[in-house]
């Protein structure tokens, strides 16, 4: 069974590099707006940050560090939540790139998708039909012939350099079954070590559907692989968040919300920040009796090096 837990960590994904502008105008775009969005997460009751950065002009996702330096300072001193930096970045980006801001920036948690997958953001674009950017509907529509590459060799490289190298921790995020699989071979290599946060996610194209009875079935496998090493999150994309992270806490799982996962409050609505998702999601939680982690849980739980020792 997946380790234990006193109280729910809630993790905020703040902006992510699947929805673009035109999608939300609540979606943070510059760093002012991903400081902003990450201090009020975090004060509702986040104590995971999840970070991508954006182009201040256009909102297309970047890699460059010293955008990411413009906010991941901020962030730091006026909360203390753990800040995980994605090794994931947005469509069409090598590895390198990938990780030039996490090397930099060395912090306690970084995302890592455990394995190579069609990732397909191309049926949202005849959902507009308007743009803020250019770049928005070709970046779409080219999701079609997209395969976000995670191979053996790459994750094995991440492992080393960022974990084994900066002393970070990861987020595994699991797209499908397959990727617990591929999860274990590494933990077998003892190239992962316990404890390990296990990131179920559910509704991207291309990975698992979003079936309810999926979330059960991935947790009887990383249960079964994995016995009590590992710590149980879910996420899961648009309309399907709030049900599944719901799910996932009374099935003593850990929850993520954010507007890199859904745009949305409820039916039809937008959210109107980031920390609206977190409180909802909080409420929810308390009403069902369980409390919230705190940044010092989550680091306790997951065995990090704390803040004090990253590189801004």
Known sequence: MARKMKNVIITCAVTGGV??????????????EIAKQSIDAAEAGASIIHLHA????????????????????????ATNAVVNITTGGGLGMTIEQRLAAPLKAEPEMCSLNMGSMNFALHPMASKYSTWKHDWEKPFLEASDDFIFRNTFRDIAYILK???????????????????LYNLAHFVDAGLVKPPFLIQSIFGILGGIGAEMENV????????????????????AAGRFQMPFITQAAMMGGNVRVGLEDSLHI?????????????????????????????????????QLKGGDMVKF
């Open 216 to 235: 059960t079935v991935m947790k009887q496998t990383a249960d079964r692989l994995f016995g009590d090493d590992y710590v149980w999150s879910v996420l």
């Open 54 to 77: 954006r182009d201040p002009k256009t909102g297309r996702p970047t890699p460059d560090p010293d955008v990411f330096m413009q906010f991941l300072p901020r962030i730091k001193q």
């Open 19 to 32: 929805h673009t502008p035109t999608m939300s105008d609540a979606l943070p775009i510059t760093p002012d």
């Open 161 to 179: 350099h960022l974990g084994e190298g900066c002393g970070t921790k990861f987020e595994h995020e699991c797209y499908d079954i397959g990727h």
């Open 266 to 302: 409820g039916r039809g609505k937008l959210a109107n920040s980031n920390a609206e998702q977190v409180a909802k999601i909080r409420r929810i939680l308390e009403e069902l009796g369980l409390g919230v982690a705190s940044p010092e849980e989550a680091r306790e739980v997951l």
